[in-house]
Each structure stands twice: as C-alpha cells, then as structure tokens.
C-alpha cells in the first residue's frame, strides 16, 4: 500500500530500516560500514535491516584465507583482489581480528597497507573485530558477509590470523577455504597437517623465496597429493604462484558448481549459520541466568574447596534449568 | 565402614575408580594417560575420577605458553622445563592442539623432541586432542590440569599453538600466561597488540637472533611499558634470555601471592571453570534438540530461499525452547 493513502503512518524506526535497506543494495559504502559497526557491537537493531537484505544474497563467492600471524595473508589477499578486478568483478574485503574481544577497535582502524585499495570503489575493506559475540567469531562475520554479498560484491574475502578454532569457524562460513602456511613454521606443519586437510580447499606456501621453501612445498605434496589438496608457493617477488592460486580457486568454484556439490554446500553453511545462531541465543539465556547469585555462590564454594567444580556445576544446571 | 565387613560388596565400577584415583595421587603415568585418552574422547565415566582428585588440586603453578607456530614455543617449554627439574620440581606439559577435533590423534603421537625428558619420570609430557569438546578447548584441558596438579606436578605447562579464541581460552585457566612473538611476525604484532595486553603476564620475543629482533624488541617495550608487561627475548643459542624468563615468571607467581590478588585469581579461574562446564552442559543440550527434525526442516528452507536465517532461529528457538 502506498505509503501516502495510509492512514496509519510508517514508523520512523522502518523508514530508516527501509533506507538502509535501499543503501546497502546499493552497494553505498558509509552504510556499509555503519551497520557493520553495529554487527561488531551485537547491536539487535541489525536484525531488522540482515532480514531485508537476506533475500538479496546468495550470489558471492566467499573465500577464507587463514594462517598464522606472519604468513603474509595480507599482501595474497591484496594481490588477488587486483586480479579479480581486472577480471571486472567487485570485491568485498573482511580482515577478522579474533583477539579484539577486548580492544576498542581504535587499533584496527584501516590499515596502511590497505591504502592501495582505498580509491577504487569496486573494493570494499574493513578490518572487522566481533567483541560481544556470544557465538564466537563466526556469528557476526557472517552477517557481515551478508551484507557484503547483497552489496553485489562478486568475491568476499574473509582473511583472519590464527589457527585452531578460529580457523574451523571460517572453514565453515567459506565456500573455498586457502590456508597459508611458510616455510618458517618448520616442524609444526607436521602437528598441523590431519587438521588442514579437513579445513583447506587450498595450500599456499608462502614467503617461497625463503630457505625450505622448497622443502615444505615437497613434504606438503608428498604428503595430501595433488588429487586431494592442492598446494601452492607464492612469493611477493613473483607472479607466477597468484596466477596458480587464482585458477585454483576459479576450479575449485567451478568444480563445486558442476559436481552438484554447490547446493549440498549451500546446505552445509546454512546448518552452520543457523547452528552459529542458535548458540548464540542459549549463550545469551545462561548470560543472563548466571546473573542470578546462584551462580556466584557456587564459584566461590569450589574456590574455598567445600565441592568440586563437576558437582558444582550439575547442581547449577538443575537449579537455572539448563 | 570397612569394606569387607559391610553387607553390601561394593560395586566394580566403584573398586576401578577408587583404583584409578589411587594410582593418579601416586604420580602413575600409564593411569595418567589412559584418563587423558578418556577426557579427550569426552567419556564421562571420567566424572567420578575427577571429582575425587578435585580436593588433592590447588596446589600446581599453571603456565600457559602460547604463540603462532613457528614460534618456538615447544623448545622454550623444554628448555623452562630443565630448568624447573634443576630446581627438583616436578613437571607436567600438555601440548594443546586446537585443530584436532577432526584427527584422529594418530598424527599427534608423541613428538621427536620430547624424547629428552621421557628418561625423566620427574617429566610428565602429553600431547593433548580436544575433539568431542563441545564447550572449547578449555573444558577438557582443565580437566587435564587437575590431574597432573592432583599427581603432584609443582608445574603445569600449557602450551597451544594460536591466537585468538584459543588463547583467550588458555588465558582463562592459567595463572600465569607467557605469550612467544617471533620478528617475523613483522606488522602483525601492531594489529595484535591490543589484545596481548589483555591476556599476557609476560611477552617473550623468540628467535632473537633473527634479523628485526631488536627493532621487535624496542617497538613491544616502548608500547608496553616495563612495567605493566615485561617483555623478554630468548633464543636457542643463548641461556641469558631463559634465565630472565624464569625469573620473570617466578617473580609473576610472587607478587601474585604477595599483592592478595592470588585468592581473587582463584576466584576467577573458578568461574570460567564453572562457565565452561556449564557451556558443555548447554551445548550437549543444544545438540539433543537439533537433533529433531525441526531443525533440518528450517535449514533446508535457508536454503532454498524461503526465509531468512534470523527468522529460522527465532522459530526455532522458540520450538525447542532455548
């Protein structure tokens, strides 16, 4: 109905839902970037505006980049990035920082080497910190995603330093997963190996001008085989290794398309997405029932050694329903 | 009541784990590691094991020696370990593996450079899965912690590769927690500096012999401050750097003896203990229900456009009563 023969006026707070909303598919940068602030704080007036936009994505293909602080996720990340805008397509940008829970996001800020990027308008980049999500790192970065993807980025990288389970939650939030690794890491890419095979589509050795460069690329080969897991070496010096690593991710996206696995993945994210959801809701319930001084007692009865934390907690969970 | 004068024989399960909590009070290293097996599979026949230890804890210093692979942080573990055995301390190690969930272990063994200490009964080392863990990392390693405190180890090392969730984990359940940079980490040590201050007693730049070790060095100190987080460097040639470290450690473990704020840490790590066991407890829960059919029904739809992810959850959420 219009909105004008109504006779009951649209509220306020829907007409700057409906505005964002426009904004946002729009590709508009500052409401980007200003509804992502408040994903970032856990904001609830988001939801209004993700519910909206939902319908509009689906279309991205997001790539995760993990790997250890170092490895130069940063510069491969940038690097593709100009490839795929020679390839005309537009890219979003998330840079996860998963330990600043408790910064003040002021030492996120945008970093230098982002500069590059800043004044083309087909690249949209944002460090993003998810301090306040119950759910862990992956709840917010995907609203984020979302955003993005009804935005018309074509390509969103999501590139975030660690491994263990930050690495497990964009493994399940990507579609191809490139993990970046360095000769330097040495004997502990032996501890990580049954782990990778399980998170990456893609194995990149970076820094291949590095001494063992070489011998980590071999060992990594010899080890998951071409078939399984394909591995890579790139170096800033050189092009040929992003030129591989961008047809490798176009196959593995090709390849998802054509063997029917793209709606079972598709499947696959969205039971993550709404596992990651739910969490976040039971996180929030026992938030607020170990606000009850219950809760208090009990800790301060296992710190004076009266019970053990185990009976502890079965009672608690009897007494707040849990 | 003697047990051979009472009416009712006392149950097997009962006889194996008064057996089993003998054996782990004695210091029994194949008891030790059978129980370890069972916390990391999440059996809970190892309940009544761990509540009857409970009361024999309290009384280990844990460490917590995190950092990015590569950094060295096993052979800094090796070398603080020999010095605390010199000091006729007995010592328990647990090396964490956040990626594991999805290994089955086998890759983990035990690795080449524990060798050294496996002649030292004085030496308990343990490489440590997390799968099956719903509430984290955290929730079975605590469990681990009480055993080797309960088989009186003076010192528990926790040692994980990673940044981010995980190492706030271990943050949350040692007294003391070492963070290992490495110059290579280069401009990344600015995007984690934030977050460092929040979870590390002591910064430990390893690797100093690399080239950018003391410009490494100067930036962390000039940022930190001695005083509110002493920063160290070591390296594998030199001892200098070892034996400040130990002393810094000792000093952190002092002072927060000395200062009172030993019993409010106490306090602390009883809480995110209880939190975490509550976490597993609401996550099991979680995962009972979704086991319901509902569940599937919802993602499928996600899938398939015909709703969005937040209105799911909210339906869901509403169904299974989170």
Known sequence: MN????????????LMTNNLVKRILNGDVRALASLMSLIEDGDPKTKAVLKAVYPHTGRAHVIGVTGAAGAGKSSLVERMAADFRRQKKTVGILAVDPTSRFSTGALL????????????????????????????????????????????????????????????EIAALAHTVVVVLTPQMGDEVQFLKAGLAEIAHILVVNKADLLGADDTLRQLKAFFGEEDLPVVSTSATQSEGITLLMALIEKHRRESLDNGSYPN??????RQELLSLLREKVFARLAKKI???????????????????YSAADRLARRIDI
């Open 291 to 309: 606000a009850d001084r219950s809760f208090e007692t009990e800790v301060k009865r296992v710190a004076e050694g009266q019970t053990d934390p």
């Open 109 to 168: 800020g945008d970093r230098i080497r982002m500069r590059d990027h800043f004044a083309d308008p087909g690249v949209f980049i944002r460090s993003f910190a998810t301090r306040g999500a119950g759910g862990g790192v992956s709840a917010a970065v995907r609203k984020a995603i979302h955003l993005l993807d009804a935005a018309e980025k074509d390509v969103i990288f999501v590139e975030t330093i660690g491994v263990g389970q930050d690495q497990l």
């Open 3 to 14: 909105a004008y023969l109504s006779s009951t006026p649209i509220p306020r707070v829907q």
């Open 265 to 270: 993945k598709r499947i696959h994210l969205c």
